[in-house]
């Protein structure tokens, strides 16, 4: 049996889920308002000043702090039923339906909030590993419980949950310099849908 790891912003989907989620969530002109208020953060993170892990943790301050967990919840369950189909990737489904056909594990391993992800990966019956937000007294605080699921983080949160050893073979999907480390520790790794060799997964963070 093998395991799967699927990245999904740009690899199952053809668009970032975080943006799009918070657009359905807030309305695009509130959306705009707020990337503009954050254009300092945005460049601080492009002069490299700010890790990319706090300019998304501060978008996610901004956007979701105060908002009731179980509304929002269910805001994210319905962005997962109404809107995430309409940007999957028709190959990213052929593969994870090839995978399941042979028996293996597929897991969703995201940068993403979990929150919209848990629908959609019920769906498909795929595992999921992903960030997850705080809540406190039953609101969100809009700062990550867990670490950012990006990088060498994308492997310790795999490594905590399977024994790599338990599988024949490891197969990694991603897209971008962060899925680098989770294709570092595959047998059979795909950049941007292309097969890759070894040296063209090095480990990064």
């Not at 090839?98 to 391993?109: A, F, L, M, N």
């Not at 999921?128 to 990088?151: D, H, P, Q, V, W």
Request: with cysteine; glycine share 8%.
């Amino acid at each position: 049996m093998a395991l799967a790891l699927f990245d999904f912003d740009g690899t199952i989907t053809c668009r970032d889920s975080f943006a799009g989620f918070t657009k359905y969530l807030v309305g695009k002109t509130r959306f705009y308002l707020g990337v503009a208020c954050l254009m300092p953060v945005v460049a601080g993170f492009f002069l490299g000043f700010i890790r990319a892990w706090r300019a998304k943790e501060l978008m996610s301050m901004l956007f979701f702090r105060g908002r009731d967990v179980r509304e929002f919840e269910e805001s994210a369950s319905r962005y997962s039923r109404e809107e995430l189909p309409g940007i999957v990737r028709k190959i990213a489904i052929e593969r994870i339906e090839w995978h399941q056909q042979r028996g293996d594990t597929v897991v969703v391993v995201s940068a993403s909030i979990d929150s919209w992800l848990k629908g959609w990966c019920e769906t498909h019956g795929v595992d999921l590993i992903a960030t997850e937000l705080e809540a406190k007294e039953g609101r969100i605080s809009g700062k990550f419980l867990t670490r950012n699921c990006s990088g060498r983080e994308k492997v310790r949160r795999i490594t905590e949950r399977y024994d790599l050893s338990d599988f024949d073979c490891i197969y990694a999907y991603g897209d971008s310099p962060g899925d680098r480390p989770m294709l570092a520790i595959a047998n059979e790794r795909y950049y941007r849908w292309r097969r890759v060799r070894p040296a063209a997964a090095m480990t990064t963070d």
